[in-house]
């Protein structure tokens, strides 16, 4: 082999050892986070984005409903209850209307449409956000959950079935017969199953306080969770002021008493 011919091979070798290290060492700084992730290559069409799913959660689910708020772990403030005062104050105060003539289903509509139009008639919405750990079948029917009762505190496990379904029931916080004796009589039937179908009007609560609760208004009756009043009065106040509803006297007395001790 010629002297030419050995400096030629000698400096192929040196390239060849040239170049391993150099991808030796580039790969060691990457691997010790010396060197940065490339922005564009990040982002570019061969990135890969992960997200976590949860299919059992504690956190009450979102509704697919317009309300945006869980009413069993939302709390009033003074800022709330301010807002309510003055609202209150804006409401026309005379007596009820007779009720001759109530229909629930004639005056508010089928119990229960859908008239968001999401898909889900209102009752599995109302479930699907105030319960947890929801079990579905299907996109929409809730089959079972945990409750616990805005009214009362209580934890309820909730079944679907022929005799465990009643245990949570789906309340309106102005009843129906009392929205139709205080002004709903002058709605018309699209506004009236629009009151009866509003997330902010319905609460899910144990059976027995419903039962009790019947048709009653601040006057006759209140939660006996008192931590949850506040809250309480004031979506009365404001489903009334949406709505254009009055206040009966002793009414609008019972909701001022509450909202000062708020």
């Not at 082999?1 to 150099?22: E, G, N, P, Q």
């Not at 996109?139 to 496990?157: E, F, H, N, Q, R």
């Not at 309106?172 to 009392?178: D, K």
């Not at 009866?196 to 048709?215: E, T």
Request: charged share 20%; net charge neutral; with cysteine.
């Amino acid at each position: 082999m010629t002297s030419r011919r050995r400096r030629r091979t000698r400096i192929s070798l040196t390239s060849v050892l040239v170049v391993l290290a150099l991808a030796v060492g580039g790969y060691a700084l990457d691997a010790t986070g010396v060197l940065g992730p490339d922005a564009d290559a990040a982002a570019g069409p061969t990135a890969v984005a992960t997200a976590t799913v949860g299919t059992d959660s504690d956190a009450p689910e979102p509704s697919r409903a317009s309300s945006p708020t869980n009413p069993t772990v939302s709390t009033s403030t003074d800022t709330d209850a301010a807002d309510a005062r003055a609202l209150l104050a804006t409401l026309p105060v005379k007596g009820k209307a007779p009720g001759t003539g109530y229909d629930r289903t004639g005056d508010f509509g089928s119990a229960w449409i859908d008239v968001d139009h999401n898909g889900c008639d209102t009752r599995n919405d109302v479930l699907a956000r105030d319960l947890r750990r929801i079990a579905r079948q299907g996109p929409c029917k809730v089959m079972a959950g945990t409750l616990v009762s805005p009214y009362t505190g209580a934890t309820i496990d909730f079944v679907r079935g022929n005799t465990t379904s009643t245990l949570v029931q789906i309340d309106h916080v102005v009843a129906l017969e009392n929205a139709w004796r205080t002004g709903a009589q002058q709605l018309s039937q699209s506004e009236r199953e629009a009151l009866a179908n509003d997330p902010s009007n319905l609460f899910a609560v144990d059976g027995r306080s419903n039962s009790q609760k019947r048709s009653g208004d601040a006057a006759t009756w209140l939660p006996a969770n008192t931590a949850f009043r506040c809250t309480y009065i004031e979506h009365q106040v404001t489903v009334k002021a949406k709505y254009r509803l009055w206040v009966a006297p002793a009414e609008r007395a019972a909701m001022v008493r509450v909202l000062d001790a708020c």
